[in-house]
């Protein structure tokens, strides 16, 4: 068998108008919007020139679907839906846009911002440390499914999401505060090899040129 490492391919969904104006989507299924669409098909005609993943797998939210269709039609491909990498879930904070949670909820949005791992947002919300959680188990199973037959594994996700992988693969603590990249259809690269992620690309949008 090969010892070259599994490869896997995260991919963040085009950007939605929600993004434009910085409100929380979270679990809020918010399409893509006309930007967006261009980005993923400008994605897709990218990827089709690389090798195909042996899987394609999608968080169960439109905007990320939507992205992963150019994908799967370049490479033959049907989508597997995995709810486990959906966007973080933000309670009563969807639909709201910073500043005005910063007016209106100010004590709630700052313990949002200096990630406090224990708070939950108001209304079901999930905290970092059980998002971070779930986060970790979507990895978890990408690894199981890593054998002989699959080597590539490509995924279409949520910015929070990535922002955990980034920091279980950089082996950051939940809590950490460090900003990286994290762009509307950028391609991120992990590999795992020897039971363990390393980070080996992140926020590739060369397609957006």
């Not at 991919?11 to 929380?24: D, L, P, S, Y």
């Not at 439109?62 to 989508?79: C, D, F, K, M, Y």
């Not at 100010?106 to 406090?116: L, N, S």
């Not at 693969?169 to 994290?182: E, K, Q």
């Amino acid at each position: 068998m090969s010892k070259m490492p599994h490869e896997l391919i995260l991919i963040r969904h085009g950007v939605t108008a929600w993004n434009k104006e910085r409100r929380f989507q979270g679990s809020i299924d918010i399409p893509l919007d006309e930007e967006g669409r261009a980005q993923a098909q400008a994605l897709g005609r990218y990827l089709a020139g690389q090798p195909a993943p042996d899987l394609l797998l999608a968080s169960d939210l439109g905007r990320a679907i939507e992205t992963a269709r150019p994908v799967a039609q370049a490479h033959g491909l049907s989508i597997q839906i995995e709810p486990l990498w959906r966007e973080r879930a933000y309670g009563h904070f969807e639909g709201k846009r910073h500043d005005e949670l910063e007016r209106d909820h100010a004590e709630a949005f700052a313990r949002w911002r200096e990630r406090d791992v224990a708070f939950q947002p108001p209304g079901g919300g999930e905290s970092i440390e059980v998002f971070h959680d779930r986060v970790g188990r979507a990895l978890q199973g990408c690894a199981e499914r890593f054998g002989p037959e699959v080597r590539r594994i490509m995924v279409v996700t949520h910015g929070g999401v990535l922002g955990s992988v980034y920091r279980i693969a950089m082996g950051l603590p939940a809590h950490d505060r460090t900003l990286v990249p994290i762009l509307n259809t950028g391609v991120n690269r992990l590999w795992y090899g020897d039971g363990g992620w390393s980070v080996r690309g992140w926020g590739e949008v060369f397609h957006l040129d």
